[in-house]
């Protein structure tokens, strides 16, 4: 495929989306079928460039000098782009049914269309300066979702999200002037780009503004302080929620934290330096912070949102042990934890949708009328406990792995905060299975006999997404070993 194709997956769900309530849609199944039309073919183009990676990269615009936005795919790229373009079709088509009632559908499905294609920008952006803006594009995308509802829960949520993600681009903002200032390129090159010759005496600069930008990136990964802004914004609509949560913005907070690490500073600048332990600390103790928030959390999104927190850190650790077995380890978690993670959502989304329960306590007795949408959620629960057999032993494995093999003292730390962690998740997710299918004996179902599973358009996600679960849990090894041919590279 023609590079400028690159441009054209990144531009057509933005104009397509961007145009959408002014179209004259005779009924809400024409803007249904406008919507997934839109979104499959997107799916489709991206998905033949992942097969045919063009080797040019596309320039859209250039502002002066060598500052550009420009799209070129990479090995990186490919992971992100093809876990957006194949979630992002299923994702919709919940969306459809779960949106029925809520209002203001062509506003909403606008921004959440025209989001496919700013991700993607992230995706496939050639340089720092092109992922900074549609980094910043995102935040401006998402923001009217979350404040969907404009409930005063809702806006106050909203203005936290938007103040988070306006402090951590100032902080990512350093780090690119610095990029651009003492780097050979602004493009991502495997190993890094900083010229060792201009950095002189400064190399201890850098490492601050490395940790600065990495904090600043790191905002949308929800870590430790900044995770604060995730579970107020459970108050979206579930689509958007598990949109956040499993599959743009915080897994382009991941992303973006490994393109700076690995591909911008370069890890043979920052391995064993104070810099790489600093943000380790951070976190290590994120997954744990995180995973033990979940555990007294009664809200059953906002429970979900501080798992997010802990298992986003799970995949910034693979990062900052800068190796390629962390890399093989963060990219695994990155992959499996969207499907995981989108999952368990989505099971709580159709809770709510079908019931109007939205805390734990009130979810007693209902496996039995919802058991398949519990019995998604169980298995999705020990998926996130890395069970083996199911996805999240894979990547869990991985990272642990990659972690002693680093040899370094505060890595181990880390293993034993996954281990800890995997205790908790089992706790927190297993107690919602637990009391919806085993309530007690004394349990009166009456209160519970207007409940049951919702139709095909929300349950045909979540069976694939099982299934997905279980084919990476079986039968890995081809995943792994393309992710280990993007990570040699470093």
Same mark, same amino acid.
């Given at each position: 495929m023609q590079p400028y194709f690159l441009a054209v997956a990144v531009l057509f769900p933005i104009v397509m989306g961007g145009v959408l309530p002014l179209l004259p849609f005779r009924n809400r199944r024409q803007m249904m079928i406008y919507i997934e039309a839109v979104v499959?073919? #997107?799916? $489709?183009?991206?998905?033949?460039?992942?097969?045919?990676?063009?080797?040019?990269?596309?320039?859209?615009?250039?502002?002066?000098?060598?500052?550009?936005?420009?799209?070129?795919?990479?090995?990186?790229?490919?992971?992100?782009?093809?876990?957006?373009?194949? &979630?992002?079709?299923? %994702?919709?088509? @919940?969306?459809?049914?779960?949106?029925? *009632?809520?209002?203001?559908?062509?506003?909403?499905?606008?921004?959440?269309?025209?989001t496919y294609g700013v991700t993607l920008g992230i995706a496939f952006a050639e340089d720092i300066v092109t992922m900074y803006?549609?980094?910043?594009?995102?935040?401006?995308?998402?923001?009217?979702? !979350?404040? *969907?509802?404009?409930?005063?829960?809702?806006?106050?949520?909203?203005?936290?999200?938007? @103040?988070?993600?306006?402090?951590?681009? %100032?902080?990512?903002?350093?780090? &690119?002037v610095f990029i651009l200032s003492y780097g050979t390129t602004a493009n991502f090159v495997p190993g890094g780009v900083l010229d060792i010759a201009k950095l002189g005496d400064r190399a201890n600069r850098l490492l601050v503004v490395y940790v600065l930008c990495f904090c600043g990136f790191s905002v949308k990964a929800a870590m430790f302080p900044f995770s604060g802004w995730l579970p107020r914004a459970g108050v979206a609509p579930t689509p958007v929620t598990a949109l956040l949560h499993a599959v743009a913005v915080v897994k382009s907070g991941a992303f973006t934290v490994m393109r700076v690490t690995y591909y911008s500073f370069g890890t043979e600048f920052l391995r064993g330096t104070w810099a790489q332990y600093v943000v380790m600390a951070l976190v290590i103790f994120t997954i744990l912070y995180g995973c033990s928030r979940a555990l007294k959390e009664t809200h059953l999104k906002r429970? &979900?949102?501080? +798992?997010?927190?802990?298992?986003? +850190? @799970?995949?910034?650790?693979?990062?900052?042990?800068?190796?390629?077995?962390?890399?093989?380890?963060?990219?695994? *978690?990155?992959?499996? *934890? $969207?499907?995981?993670?989108?999952?368990?959502?989505?099971?709580?989304? $159709?809770?709510?949708?079908?019931?109007?329960?939205? @805390?734990?306590?009130?979810?007693?007795?209902?496996?039995?009328?919802?058991?398949?949408?519990?019995?998604?959620?169980?298995? +999705? %629960?020990?998926?996130?406990?890395?069970?083996?057999?199911?996805?999240?032993? !894979?990547?869990?494995? #991985?990272? $642990?792995?990659?972690? !002693? %093999? +680093?040899? #370094?003292?505060?890595?181990?730390?880390?293993?034993?905060?996954?281990?800890?962690?995997?205790?908790?998740?089992?706790?927190?997710?297993?107690?919602?299975?637990?009391?919806?299918?085993?309530?007690?004996?004394?349990?009166?179902?009456?209160?519970?006999?207007?409940?049951?599973?919702? #139709?095909?358009?929300?349950?045909?996600?979540?069976?694939?997404?099982?299934?997905?679960?279980?084919?990476?849990g079986l039968h890995s090894a081809p995943v792994i070993s393309a992710l280990g041919s993007i990570a040699a590279l470093m």
């Amino acid at each position: 495929m023609q590079p400028y194709f690159l441009a054209v997956a990144v531009l057509f769900p933005i104009v397509m989306g961007g145009v959408l309530p002014l179209l004259p849609f005779r009924n809400r199944r024409q803007m249904m079928i406008y919507i997934e039309a839109v979104v499959l073919l #997107n799916s $489709a183009l991206v998905l033949g460039l992942l097969f045919t990676q063009p080797q040019e990269a596309c320039v859209l615009l250039r502002f002066t000098g060598n500052l550009s936005l420009s799209f070129q795919l990479d090995g990186l790229g490919t992971v992100f782009a093809g876990i957006v373009s194949l &979630l992002w079709p299923l %994702a919709s088509l @919940y969306a459809f049914e779960y949106m029925k *009632h809520e209002g203001h559908e062509k506003i909403f499905f606008m921004f959440y269309t025209m989001t496919y294609g700013v991700t993607l920008g992230i995706a496939f952006a050639e340089d720092i300066v092109t992922m900074y803006c549609f980094y910043e594009m995102l935040t401006l995308m998402t923001l009217p979702l !979350i404040m *969907h509802t404009l409930s005063r829960e809702a806006i106050l949520a909203s203005r936290s999200y938007l @103040y988070y993600s306006l402090g951590g681009a %100032a902080f990512a903002f350093i780090g &690119l002037v610095f990029i651009l200032s003492y780097g050979t390129t602004a493009n991502f090159v495997p190993g890094g780009v900083l010229d060792i010759a201009k950095l002189g005496d400064r190399a201890n600069r850098l490492l601050v503004v490395y940790v600065l930008c990495f904090c600043g990136f790191s905002v949308k990964a929800a870590m430790f302080p900044f995770s604060g802004w995730l579970p107020r914004a459970g108050v979206a609509p579930t689509p958007v929620t598990a949109l956040l949560h499993a599959v743009a913005v915080v897994k382009s907070g991941a992303f973006t934290v490994m393109r700076v690490t690995y591909y911008s500073f370069g890890t043979e600048f920052l391995r064993g330096t104070w810099a790489q332990y600093v943000v380790m600390a951070l976190v290590i103790f994120t997954i744990l912070y995180g995973c033990s928030r979940a555990l007294k959390e009664t809200h059953l999104k906002r429970r &979900l949102a501080w +798992s997010t927190v802990s298992n986003l +850190s @799970y995949i910034l650790f693979g990062v900052v042990l800068m190796t390629p077995l962390g890399l093989i380890g963060a990219l695994a *978690h990155m992959i499996f *934890h $969207a499907v995981m993670k989108i999952c368990s959502f989505f099971c709580a989304g $159709a809770v709510i949708y079908k019931t109007g329960r939205n @805390y734990i306590y009130e979810l007693d007795g209902l496996g039995r009328k919802m058991p398949r949408t519990f019995g998604i959620f169980t298995v +999705s %629960a020990l998926a996130l406990m890395g069970v083996p057999g199911l996805c999240g032993f !894979i990547s869990k494995w #991985n990272l $642990a792995k990659a972690a !002693i %093999a +680093s040899e #370094n003292v505060l890595a181990y730390v880390g293993v034993g905060a996954l281990l800890v962690s995997a205790l908790l998740t089992a706790v927190y997710m297993l107690t919602i299975s637990v009391r919806a299918f085993f309530p007690g004996k004394d349990f009166d179902y009456s209160t519970v006999s207007d409940a049951e599973d919702p #139709n095909w358009m929300m349950l045909l996600p979540l069976t694939i997404f099982v299934v997905v679960m279980f084919v990476f849990g079986l039968h890995s090894a081809p995943v792994i070993s393309a992710l280990g041919s993007i990570a040699a590279l470093m």
